[in-house]
C-alpha cells in the first residue's frame, strides 16, 4: 500500500489554489485585454441564462411558496399573519434568492463547464489551441466568467420576483391574505443595504461557479474518468465555496450596512 | 495523389540570418516522476526534416510540445526562431506559434466545428469570421490533403486517417515556418500511413518546410528518407539506390532520455551499435 507523505498532500493543494488564483486572476485581467471575444461571451450568456431559466424559476416560485406556508403557522401563534410578504422578500432578496440560485446554475453550469473543457482537455484540443496561438483562457475561460457573472445578476432578480409571487399564492389562495398588504409589506420591508446585498451575492456567486467550473475542466487529465472525476469535483467545489462565501460576504455586508 | 499541383509559396521568416538553425536545443533536461530528457542537444537546420524515433515513452512527444513552449524544460536552452522560448512568457509564445504548425498524434480537431471551421480556425481568429478568401485558402489546403469534398463534415464524420489529413491541412494553411509531426501515422492501415507520409514528403519538398517528425514506424521513416516528391508526375517516387539527391532528412534516436545516434539512413543502416541493431530489426 503506498505511503502518502503530507508534506507533499499540502504542496498539491497550495499548488491547486495557487493555480486556481492565477486562471481566476487572469480570467479577469483578460478583459481589460486584446482579443476580445464577444460572440463566444453571447453563446455562453445564453447557455448559461435563458438555459438556467427553467430551473431558476421552479426553484424560486417553490422557496418562496415553501417559505410563505412554513411561517404562517408561526406567524399565525403570534397574529402577525400579515407580516408574511414581508418574511417572504427578505429572506428571498438576501438570502435564498442567491444562494438557491447560485446552487442551481453550480449544478447545471459548473459541471458543464467543467466537462466540456476538460473533454478538450485530454483530446489535446486546448493544447492545439495554445499551438496555434490562441490562449485557452482569453477564448474560453474569460467568456464564461464574464457570462456568468452578467447572468447571474438577472437570474437572481427573477429568482426573487418568482419566489415573491410564490409566497403570494400561498398567501392568497391558503392563507386568504389581501393582495395589497402582502405586496405593500414585501415591498416596504426592502432597505437599499437588503437590496445591495441580494445582488452583491450573485455577481461574486457567479465568479465562484465559472471560475471553480473552467479551472476543474483546464486542469483534467486520465482520459474520460478524469473527465468524469473533474465534474464532479466542480459540483463540490463550486457548491460548497458558494455556501462559505455566502456567509463571509452576508457578514460583511451586515456590519457595513449596520444590521 | 492530388491532380492539381500546388502553388509554391515560400513562408516569410522571422529570423534574417537563413543558415541560422530554425530548432535549437541545448542541454535541455526535464524530469517528472523521474527523469525524461537528460541533457540533450540537437539542431534542426532551415528546410530539413528530422525524424525523431525511440521506444514509448522516451520522452519524443515532450520534444515537439519542448519546441512548441507547451511545456518548460528544467534546465537547458531551446531557441525557435531566434526566439529562446524558455525565456519569453507565454503570453509572447502565442505569437511565436503562429509560425508553426503541428499534427497532434490524436488529429486534436476541435470536434463541435466543421473541417472547414478547423482548418481555418488561425485565419477565423485574425479576422473573426469566414472571408472568402478564407474559404478558397481551406479548399486549397483540403485539396493538397484531397479532403476538398469533406469541407462541411464534423470531425466525427470523418476516418481516422481523414483526420489526419485535415489536421495535416490545418497545420498548413497559414504556411508555417517550420512543422511538427506527431506520430502522424500511428495506428493507420499501411494504405493510409503510405498516404500521410506521401503528404509529409510533398510538404518537405515542395514548400521546404523544416520539420520535426515523431515515428514509430520505421517503414514510414525509411519511406521518407529514400522518396522524394517529383512535381512533374505530382506523386511520390523512390530516390534511386545512389540517392544522389539530398533529401533533407536526418534520423535521431533516443534512448533513456538522451539521443544515441543522429544521422542519415544509411548511417543508420550502417550502425554497429547492439542496441541499434536490435532497434532496427
Known amino acids: 500500500m503506498p505511503v502518502f507523505s503530507p508534506t507533499e498532500i499540502a504542496k498539491e493543494k497550495v499548488g491547486a489554489v495557487q493555480d486556481y488564483s492565477l486562471l481566476a486572476g487572469q480570467s479577469l485581467t483578460n478583459i481589460f485585454q486584446q482579443p476580445r471575444y464577444f460572440a463566444d461571451t453571447l453563446l455562453q450568456a445564453d447557455s448559461v441564462g435563458v438555459g438556467s431559466l427553467p430551473i431558476v424559476i421552479l426553484t424560486g416560485f417553490f422557496t418562496g411558496a415553501v417559505l410563505a406556508l412554513q411561517t404562517s403557522s408561526t406567524l399565525q401563534q403570534f397574529g402577525s399573519l400579515s407580516l408574511t410578504g414581508k418574511l417572504v422578500s427578505l429572506s428571498m432578496v438576501r438570502e435564498l434568492g442567491p444562494v438557491l440560485t447560485g446552487l442551481m446554475v453550480a449544478g447545471r453550469n459548473a459541471t458543464g463547464m467543467a466537462s466540456e473543457l476538460g473533454s478538450m482537455k485530454v483530446s489535446e484540443q486546448i493544447d492545439a489551441m495554445r499551438a496555434m496561438g490562441v490562449d485557452p483562457t482569453k477564448k474560453l475561460v474569460t467568456p464564461r466568467v464574464v457570462a456568468s457573472v452578467v447572468m447571474m445578476f438577472f437570474l437572481s432578480i427573477i429568482s426573487d420576483l418568482v419566489g415573491l409571487c410564490g409566497g403570494f399564492v400561498i398567501s392568497y389562495f391558503l392563507l386568504g391574505l389581501d393582495p395589497n398588504q402582502y405586496w405593500t409589506t414585501a415591498y416596504q420591508a426592502l432597505r437599499f443595504g437588503d437590496v445591495f446585498m441580494g445582488l452583491g451575492k450573485p455577481v461574486m456567486f457567479g465568479f465562484i461557479i465559472a471560475s471553480i467550473g473552467c479551472y476543474y475542466g483546464m486542469s483534467a487529465k486520465g482520459g474520460t474518468q478524469g473527465v468524469g472525476h473533474a465534474t464532479k469535483q466542480s459540483m463540490v467545489a463550486a457548491s460548497v465555496l458558494l455556501i462559505v462565501s455566502d456567509f463571509f460576504i452576508t457578514r460583511l455586508l451586515m456590519g457595513f450596512f449596520q444590521y | ?281
Open chain 2, 1 to 281: 495523389m492530388s491532380s492539381l499541383a500546388p502553388q509554391v509559396e515560400q513562408p516569410e521568416s522571422r529570423i534574417s540570418r537563413p543558415e541560422e538553425p530554425v530548432i535549437t536545443f541545448e542541454n535541455v533536461e526535464i524530469a517528472f516522476d523521474h527523469p525524461v530528457l537528460a541533457s540533450i542537444s540537437f539542431q534542426l537546420p532551415r528546410g530539413e526534416t528530422k525524424i525523431l524515433m525511440g521506444t514509448a515513452g522516451t520522452g519524443k512527444t515532450l520534444i515537439l510540445k519542448l519546441a512548441l513552449g507547451l511545456l518548460k524544460p528544467d534546465a537547458g536552452r531551446i531557441t525557435v526562431l531566434g526566439e529562446e522560448v524558455t525565456q519569453v512568457r507565454e503570453q509572447d509564445r502565442f505569437e511565436l506559434r503562429r509560425n508553426i504548425g503541428m499534427v497532434f498524434q490524436e488529429s486534436a480537431l476541435f470536434d463541435s466545428l466543421t473541417v472547414e471551421e478547423n482548418v481555418a480556425y488561425r485565419l477565423i481568429e485574425e479576422t473573426g469570421r469566414i472571408t472568402d478568401e478564407i474559404h478558397a485558402r481551406v479548399l486549397e489546403a483540403l485539396r493538397f490533403v484531397e479532403l476538398e469534398h469533406t469541407v462541411d463534415l464534423f470531425p466525427a464524420e470523418l476516418s481516422g486517417g481523414m483526420r489526419r489529413r485535415v489536421a495535416i491541412a490545418r497545420a498548413i494553411i497559414t504556411h508555417p515556418e517550420i512543422l511538427l509531426y506527431d506520430s502522424p501515422t500511428g495506428g493507420l492501415d499501411p494504405v493510409t500511413s503510405n498516404t500521410i507520409i506521401e503528404l509529409v514528403v510533398k510538404q518537405r519538398d515542395v514548400y521546404q518546410t523544416s520539420s520535426l517528425l515523431v515515428t514509430n514506424r520505421l517503414q514510414d521513416a525509411f519511406t521518407m528518407a529514400s522518396h522524394y516528391f517529383d512535381r512533374e508526375q505530382n506523386k511520390m517516387v523512390p530516390a534511386g539506390d545512389g540517392n544522389v539527391r539530398d533529401l533533407h532528412t536526418k534520423f535521431l534516436l533516443l534512448r533513456d532520455g538522451k539521443f544515441i545516434f543522429e544521422g542519415t539512413a544509411a548511417e543508420l543502416l550502417r550502425s554497429t551499435d547492439p542496441y541499434i541493431r536490435e532497434y532496427l530489426s
